[in-house]
């Protein structure tokens, strides 16, 4: 008698079924990797703003005289320019010293700043002495709160009155990480 081979394998119906579950789980990753992807975006944005904010405090410090941080444009997620105002204008301009510039942050992020004397254009200022202070007079203190937000997540930079700055979280901190929602 003449032996028949079978040869091993998976039929088709159990080739659809495991290709069925790895799209689902596929499908769950994807949206899962999304909501990663904006959350990073939100504590890099965070990040770079507070380290902007500390690297503005601290050449006010090092230089013994006031320095700026503006939106590069009318907005926060435009970027924004640290300089050495030489003119007093309190805008970045040709006879400024630029000390740092960074680009625009990543789509989706919202920005909002509140600030004990608000003005157009936005700013953060710093005196000599590392205090934040207003354009009008080193001598005045500027403190408010920065807010970032995308989809439903925020995140503030905090400024007091000594011009310290601290990160929060709301959702966390609660009543002590208080400000103004982004649009």
């Not at 608000?118 to 007079?137: E, F, K, Q």
Request: hydrophobic share 40%; aromatic share 6%; net charge positive.
């Amino acid at each position: 008698m003449l032996a028949v081979k079978r040869h091993r394998g998976f039929s088709l119906v159990e080739l659809m079924v495991v290709t069925s579950i790895a799209a689902i789980l596929l499908g769950v990753a994807v949206a899962n990797l999304g909501a990663l992807l904006r959350q990073q975006q939100l504590r890099t944005a965070l990040g770079d703003m507070f380290g902007a904010i500390d690297l503005t405090r601290s050449h006010a410090i090092a230089l013994g005289r006031r320095v700026y941080m503006t939106p590069t444009a009318t907005d926060w997620r435009d970027g924004w320019t640290v300089f050495v105002d030489a003119d007093g204008d309190g805008r970045p301009s040709a006879g400024d010293k630029l000390v740092a510039v960074h680009g625009p942050l990543a789509d989706g992020i919202a920005v909002r700043s509140t600030f004990t004397s608000p003005a157009t254009p936005d700013y953060i200022s710093y005196n000599g002495g590392g205090r934040s202070c207003s354009h009008a007079s080193t001598m005045a203190a500027r403190w408010g709160t920065l807010s970032l937000s995308t989809d439903g997540q925020v995140r503030r930079i905090k400024i007091n009155m000594l011009g310290r700055a601290r990160a929060c979280n709301p959702a966390l901190d609660g009543a002590s990480c208080t400000g103004a929602d982004p649009p």
